[in-house]
């Protein structure tokens, strides 16, 4: 090997040629970790088998970190919004700590943190917060001293991530929660800026230090929110921002998590809504006749692994109306555009699985039809179970020929 042991020579340059006439029927080198993304269409048909089996089995801990009686921290919107209903409905939510609701940045997330467990106000300043009147400076109604304390008897922590375009005070470098004022807002001083991959990572390893020096070793678990940003200030196209914002927020995740910081986790809720949905005929997008919240049907398959891989526990009927009930509209069960005709593609997918002898999948569609579109958590145990409700979606979509091959099959096997 002498002979390439100086770069940029002749010689060197002639024993790469000399590999390379040597490697020309050669194969790629594929190394022993290689996961492949799953090629083939039909995969995606099963929304829940190929997130389990390509995304949720990698992030899972090795067992369950939380006991039936921890009580958790939930911050950040979205999927911490649909766990802490969850945890509420079964008396886990530290519900004693009033969190505030404009904690969409890693920087406000962690000003927050620091602030509840080592009384830091350095910051206070860019503390403001959205309520029914507009802008407001963010007060908490308790004393640091009840913070600390109730910080320090929770199980774990779940903070989901929103934002990475951030108002910024020139002059301090400050980092406000939600954004400016008007009545403060100064174009001299104040800048709409997209803050850096090693800024939000910065964050992220000051809130596991802030958590880890003041109240020990319980699990972190940090998430992604897969809603889009309102709009963007940049004068770019928003989606291409949103794009940008949540790539940046990601990455910053992906270069902690390959720290392998103990009891801290991320669990891919933005993957299932943002790429395997992009894969799929159903839109994972318009829980609430808008494009900003994820359906209902989604969401119910996040939290319910989530709920299985850190307690241990099943999600259970009264967890299901916890997560997709309120008076929230931002997150009421509406009926999504053409959705006869997505029930339409659903059945007959059904009916194919069926037709191949796949009933526990056919079983999941119908369910999963059932929950979504009807309001109806009407589980199919038995494959007389599967045809009655083909039979009666047919009915219900005036398909009275497919109505009539249920009702057929279902003679048959009576």
């Known amino acids: 090997m002498a002979d390439i042991a100086t770069p940029g020579t002749k010689q060197f340059i002639g024993s790469l040629a000399k590999r390379r006439d040597e490697s020309r029927k050669s194969t790629w080198h594929i190394a022993e970790e290689t996961l492949y993304f799953p090629k083939e269409v039909a995969l995606f048909r099963d929304i829940e088998k190929v997130s389990d089996e390509f995304l949720f089995s990698h992030f899972r801990p090795e067992r369950p970190v939380f006991a039936p009686t921890d009580r958790l921290v939930t911050m950040g919107s979205c999927f911490a919004d649909r766990i802490r209903r969850w945890l509420a409905s079964q008396g886990k939510l530290a519900d004693n700590i009033d969190v505030p609701s404009g ?22 300043a860019y503390w403001y917060d959205k309520g029914d009147d507009g802008a407001y400076h963010w007060e908490a109604p308790e004393e640091h001293a009840f913070y600390k304390a109730a910080f320090a008897q929770a199980g774990g922590l779940v903070v989901t991530l929103g934002l990475s375009e951030v108002w910024r005070d020139r002059e301090t470098g400050g980092v406000f929660w939600r954004g400016v004022p008007e009545v403060l807002f100064d174009v001299s001083r104040h800048e709409f800026v997209v803050s850096s991959v090693d800024d939000n990572a910065g964050n992220l390893r000051r809130i596991i230090r802030a958590v880890r020096d003041n109240i020990g070793d319980i699990p972190i678990v940090f998430t992604l929110s897969p809603v889009p940003l309102t709009a963007t200030m ?3 196209s928003p989606i291409a921002s949103d794009c940008v914002s949540k790539s940046i927020l990601r990455v910053a995740v992906d270069m902690v998590m390959r720290e392998e910081h103990s009891d801290v986790y991320y669990w891919p809720g933005f993957e299932l809504v943002r790429w395997i949905g992009a894969h799929t005929d159903r839109a994972t997008f318009g829980g609430d006749d808008t494009s900003r919240h994820p359906t209902n049907r989604v969401v119910k398959i996040i939290v319910d692994r989530f709920v299985q891989a850190f307690f241990g526990e099943e999600l259970g009927a009264g967890g299901v109306e916890a997560i997709l009930g309120g008076s929230d509209d931002s997150i009421a069960d509406t009926r999504e555009p053409q959705e006869d005709m997505d029930i339409r593609r659903d059945v007959n997918l059904a009916v194919e699985y069926l037709t191949k002898g796949e009933n526990d999948t056919a079983r999941r569609i119908i369910s999963d039809v059932w929950l979504q579109h009807f309001d109806e958590a009407q589980a199919a145990q038995s494959d007389a179970d599967v045809l009655t409700s083909l039979r009666e979606m047919f009915r219900m979509l005036e398909c009275h020929r497919m109505a009539g091959r249920a009702d057929d099959e279902l003679n048959r096997i009576a």
Do not use: C, K, P
């Open 103 to 124: 904690l969409n940045n890693t920087f406000a997330v962690r000003q927050f943190i620091e602030w509840a467990l080592t009384g830091n106000r350095s910051e206070d």
């Open 234 to 236: 940049r004068g770019i």
